[in-house]
């Protein structure tokens, strides 16, 4: 009996179907217990009532109505609380039936979605795009399975230029619908039908559009691989919490990227591994960096674009330009500030481009140009207040490159050009203020390269001007 009670209760059954016993195994032990307790009861009844009868003079003899009335009295008490089971066994055999009912529903409307999104007529494709988003508010537990097709859909084939022949008519307004859904679910963090926390993936799809202003990122968000053509991506204002967005081995051509007043905040990270930017602009301007936020755009490639950085907060994140190759435009810093934060330009290769840092503040932190080559181009920190950073050019190559520190304010901050190598260019500290802190040259290699100090200010600053010429003042 009780491998065949254990095989019952372990034997499979629907998803929504109660874990119960069957009829014919309670019934006969229901019987078997109610008359087991029936006799127990009578008889401990009875041997109560005799007990206090012993203890009267003369003692009197137990009533036998007094018994069963008792006996039946109990009963019914335990009877009522049977029925209270029995029917609460009917409620969840009926809950159980009604999900069975409502997963059947939920599926059905899955599939006829997914058929509307497989449809030719764009009209009926829209359908489906709106079908399987309601069905994602309304089926919580696979509302992630609903996610993936609407990201599946954007990333299929898509020829956004109408006179191609590729070009499907109606497919932009499907796929801009798409996005905009996706969008509208990630405004309310805390609505019950947020996708927040949700997975997006977008890999190695194509966009002529993209907006994802003020949405809130909790999970993560894939654009590897994806080609922005003639395009916006905008994530102005958006809000990135302790989660990734990747472009890795992206390829913006004319489009512009805009993460302006953005937020990166408790490990947030934004990666632009590997991506690819010819012609336009990535805008970080006024951004804030906080609780180890971070953007990588290791191995970029930059040719004529601009990556705007100015009036940013930087308090403990990091942006990395590591292995970078810049063969033409500009990346801005002008007035951002950095507490705590660093900046990153290891190994990055520099031809005819231009980076700003121009009335930024180093409170902490710093920017690191170690083992960079600049073999033209210019780097600009005129009027940068350093009061604790640092700018590190250790091991940096200089053939024909200018890096600018006029009139900059160094109060307790940091320069290096260790171990570095002039064969060309300049650098020119014109009109700055040295009131503690360090530079060094130790180690440096001078062939052809200038470093001018005309207009400095040396008060209490540590110097090692290895090769150089010591200016006058210092």
Known sequence: MALILRRSRNAPRGRYTPN???????????????????????????????????????????????????????????????????????????????????????????????????????????????????????????????????????????????????????????????????RDHLQTPDASTAWCRHRLDFTGAVFDSVNFSASHFQGTVTFDGATFSGAEVDFNGATFSGRLVRFDGA????????????????????????????????????????????????????????????????????????????????????RAMFSGAEVEFTGAMFSGAEVYFTDATFSSGGVYFDSATFSSGEVHFARATFSGGGVQFFGAMFSGAEVYFIGATFSSGQVYFARAMFSSGEVHFARATFSGGTITFVGSTLRGGTVTFVGATFSGTAFDWGPLPVPAGA
């Open 20 to 182: 119960l016993w069957p009829v014919w195994l309670v019934a006969p032990l229901a019987l078997v217990v109610v008359g087991a307790l029936s006799f127990g009861l009578y008889h401990g009844v009875y041997a109560l009532l005799s007990d206090a009868s012993a203890g009267q003079t003369p003692r009197k003899p137990v009533n036998i109505n007094d018994v069963i009335k008792t006996t039946a009295t109990v009963l019914t008490l335990i009877g009522a609380v049977l029925a209270g089971l029995y029917a609460y066994r009917k409620q969840l055999l009926a809950e159980g039936d009604a999900r069975r009912a409502d997963a059947s529903q939920l599926a059905d409307r899955y599939t006829t979605a997914a058929e509307q999104l497989g449809d030719d007529q764009a009209a009926v494709r829209l359908a489906g795009v709106y079908a399987l988003a309601r069905l994602a508010d309304d089926w919580e537990e696979q509302r992630q399975v609903c996610i993936d097709v609407l990201c599946a859909y954007l990333r299929m084939p898509y020829e956004p230029d109408p006179t191609a022949p590729e070009h499907r008519a109606g497919e932009r307004e499907v796929r801009h619908t798409i996005i905009r859904v996706i």
């Open 251 to 334: 390829t913006f051509s004319g489009a512009e990227v805009t993460f302006e007043r953005a937020t990166f905040s408790g490990g947030g990270q934004v990666r632009f591994d590997g991506a690819m930017f010819s012609g336009r602009t990535v805008r970080f301007e006024r951004t804030t960096f906080s609780g180890g936020g971070q953007v990588y755009f290791a191995r970029a490639m930059f040719s004529g674009g601009q990556v705007y950085f100015t009036d940013a907060t930087f308090s403990g994140g990091q942006v990395r330009f590591d292995g970078a190759t810049f063969s033409s435009g500009q990346v801005y810093f002008a």
